[in-house]
C-alpha cells in the first residue's frame, strides 16, 4: 500500500461528503487518503504547459468511475482551474445510429459497448476543445434507457481546464494482429460472428482510436483486476446498483442471462488488454479479489 499523506482538510471534508453522497462506506476515507490523494498529487507534479489529458482504464465494475471522480475533486481543490472528467461511455451513438450500424456492417454492432460503437468525430472534437482550452458540451449516455440523452442534459465545459479525465474500459486498450482474431474467443463469437466480420470491424476501429484518441495522452493510469473471472462479478453489482437506482424505464436493464451475454461482447479486447497494457501505463493500480486497490505502482518501478 501506498504510504499515506496528510490531507488538507478543505479536501477531506469534500472526499468525506462525496463518499457520503456516492454511499460508501465511511472507512473510504482510507482510500482516499492512501491512494487517490497521493495518485493526485503525483499528476499535479506531472503538469506541463496546457491541459494535461490523463486517460483511465479499467474493466467493468474495477472502480475507475470512482477513481475519477475523486481524483477530480482532489485536483480541483490543489489547482486554480477546474478539471474535465467523462467517460467513453458518454460517446455511444444514439441506438438509431447503432440500428443503423447493424444492418450496415453487423448485428452484433446493435450492443454498445466494443470500438464502432462511440461517436469518434464527437470524441475528437471535444478532446481538442478541451486542450484548446475551448467551450465544449459532453454528451450524457442514459445506460438505463440505452439511448443518449437530449442535448440539454449534457455537460458544459465553459472555461479552460488544467486536467482532462478520460476513462473507459477500453481507452488504451491496444488492438489485437489479424492472425489473434481467427478464434472465437467464447459462445458469442463462435454462434453469432463465425466469419470473424464483427471482431475484426471493432480491431479496426479501436486503431483509429489509438491512432487518433489514446495517442494524445500525457499520463496513463490502469486499474487491474485479478483476472477477467471478477469482471462478470463486479459488472452484476454494477447492474443491481443501476437497477436500484432507476425508477423509469427499466425495462432497458438486464437479467443474469443478458448479462452474461452483454459481458462476452468485451471480453476479447478485455482479455487482451489485461496481458499487455500494465507494462506499457505510467501509474499501475491492482485491485485485489475483494474490490482494494492495493498500490500505485509507477513505471519505472516494474522490472
Not at 468525506?16 to 482516499?32: T, Y
Not at 500525457?218 to 486499474?223: E, G, Q, T
Amino acid at each position: 500500500m501506498t504510504k499515506q499523506m496528510n490531507i488538507p482538510s478543505h479536501i477531506s471534508q469534500q472526499c468525506q461528503h462525496l463518499i457520503k453522497v456516492s454511499r460508501l462506506p465511511e472507512n473510504f476515507i482510507e482510500v482516499v487518503e492512501n491512494i487517490y490523494f497521493p495518485l493526485a498529487v503525483k499528476l499535479m507534479n506531472s503538469k506541463q504547459q496546457g491541459p494535461l489529458l490523463i486517460s483511465i482504464n479499467g474493466a467493468q465494475g474495477t472502480g475507475k468511475s470512482t477513481l475519477t471522480q475523486f481524483i477530480k475533486v482532489i485536483l480541483e481543490a490543489l489547482s486554480t482551474k477546474p478539471a474535465a472528467a467523462f467517460s467513453i461511455d458518454d460517446f455511444y451513438l444514439t441506438r438509431s445510429q447503432r440500428q443503423q450500424l447493424a444492418k450496415k456492417v453487423h448485428p452484433l454492432f446493435m450492443t454498445r459497448g466494443v470500438p464502432g460503437t462511440h461517436d469518434i468525430d464527437m470524441m475528437k472534437s471535444v478532446l481538442s476543445n478541451l486542450l484548446n482550452g475551448n467551450k465544449t458540451q459532453i454528451p450524457v449516455f442514459n445506460k438505463a434507457i440505452d439511448d443518449r440523452e437530449k442535448n440539454e442534459s449534457w455537460q458544459t465545459i465553459t472555461e479552460a481546464v488544467d486536467f482532462i479525465l478520460f476513462e473507459g474500459w477500453c481507452v488504451l486498450s491496444p488492438p489485437q494482429a489479424a492472425e489473434e482474431l481467427v478464434e472465437p474467443i467464447n459462445e458469442l463469437e463462435k454462434k453469432e460472428d463465425p466469419n470473424t466480420e464483427w471482431r475484426r470491424y471493432a480491431n479496426l476501429k479501436l486503431t483509429d482510436y489509438q491512432q487518433q484518441l489514446f495517442s494524445l495522452t500525457d499520463v496513463s493510469i490502469m486499474l487491474q483486476p485479478p483476472d477477467f473471472d471478477h469482471i462478470y462479478q463486479w459488472r452484476t453489482l454494477q447492474e443491481e446498483k443501476l437497477r436500484e437506482s432507476t425508477q423509469a424505464h427499466s425495462h432497458q436493464l438486464m437479467d443474469a442471462d443478458a448479462l452474461k451475454r452483454f459481458i462476452q461482447h468485451y471480453e476479447r479486447i478485455t482479455r487482451h488488454t489485461l496481458a499487455q497494457l500494465p507494462e506499457q501505463v505510467d501509474y499501475l493500480l491492482p485491485v485485489d479479489r475483494h474490490h482494494n486497490i492495493t498500490g500505485i505502482i509507477e513505471r519505472n518501478d516494474r522490472r
